[in-house]
């Protein structure tokens, strides 16, 4: 089935829903040859964050783009959907889709379903590309604290009936906020990109994804500290920061066992798929080139 888009897809991608154990994901996918890649979003996006990428992958890999359950056109959420009910929903569709196991793409406040999903389903996951993404229990949970200049969005969202009460009609204004503060190549999120996210976004209960992630955020440190310790991450791992420095790399470090290679790209902002994918493209190629041989 196809899901309805507010901007010109990108040549040869085609979307789908996978229908999973009680909720519906809606993913994309491009190419047909090579070790398949799957891209987990972060906030506030969906699968359109990588739609400029997904070409330069899908010239060498079949590339499975999946919008995580209450984001883009997947199946809102409810109160009880956390990072682990993602990873089950990711594990769900690697078996659904006979995938296994995968190069794992995953970024921003998608480091908790990621980390689960190669801890607890190892047999899923080939190797790990995480760019720009955080971890609660290794610091990511420090950016709420708005009193050290963490950010309000964080405890706003995941606070039971607040994204509805602040956001409903609001999805534009705070998408056009975000990424002025989070972005540093101008014009790079264009309004086609803003209006396909708020599009998502503006459907009743369009921040449900969102407030699950954010509330992991704030519960689900010691658990990951916990999982980590007992089954640290074992494949090859690729970690690409924007010019904010190293956050990503030092935090997997701290969760992976062996080495963790390490590109900061220089005068890029958080949303390095959006802003430069082809530099993108230029680090994770190689880094998958090497991992298959």
Request: charged share 15%.
């Amino acid at each position: 089935m196809s899901a309805t888009s507010a901007s010109a897809d990108p040549a040869g991608v085609q979307h789908h829903r996978a229908e999973l154990g009680g909720t519906t994901l809606h993913y994309v996918t491009a190419g047909t040859d090579g070790p398949p890649v799957l891209l987990v979003h972060g906030f506030p996006e969906s699968w359109w964050a990588f739609h400029r990428v997904i070409p330069l992958l899908a010239a060498e890999h079949r590339v499975i783009a999946v919008d995580l359950r209450g984001f883009g056109d997947s199946a809102v959420a409810d109160v009880a959907f956390t990072s682990d009910v993602a990873a089950d929903d990711l594990h769900a569709l690697v078996q659904h889709l006979g995938l296994g196991p995968v190069h794992l793409l995953g970024q921003d406040v998608a480091g908790g379903t990621v980390l689960r999903l190669a801890t607890r389903h190892p047999e899923d996951v080939a190797s790990l590309i995480a760019v720009e993404l955080g971890l609660a229990g290794y610091g990511l949970e420090a950016f709420a604290d708005v009193t050290h200049g963490g950010s309000w969005h964080i405890g706003a969202l995941a606070a039971p009936g607040v994204p509805e009460l602040l956001l409903a009609g609001r999805e534009r204004a705070l998408l056009d906020w975000w990424f002025g503060v989070t972005t540093a190549v101008a014009g790079a999120v264009t309004d086609s990109d803003l209006a396909e996210l708020a599009r998502g976004f503006a459907r009743s209960d369009g921040w449900s994804g969102a407030a699950g992630l954010y509330r992991s955020v704030l519960s689900e440190g010691e658990e990951n500290r916990a999982l980590a310790a007992a089954h640290p991450i074992t494949v090859p791992v690729l970690a690409v920061g924007g010019s904010g420095g190293g956050f990503t790399a030092a935090t997997l470090r701290q969760v992976v066992r062996g080495e963790v290679r390490s590109v900061v790209l220089d005068d890029v902002g958080h949303h390095v798929a959006l802003e430069a994918p082809r530099a993108l493209a230029d680090v994770v190629l190689p880094f998958l080139r090497d991992v298959d041989a």
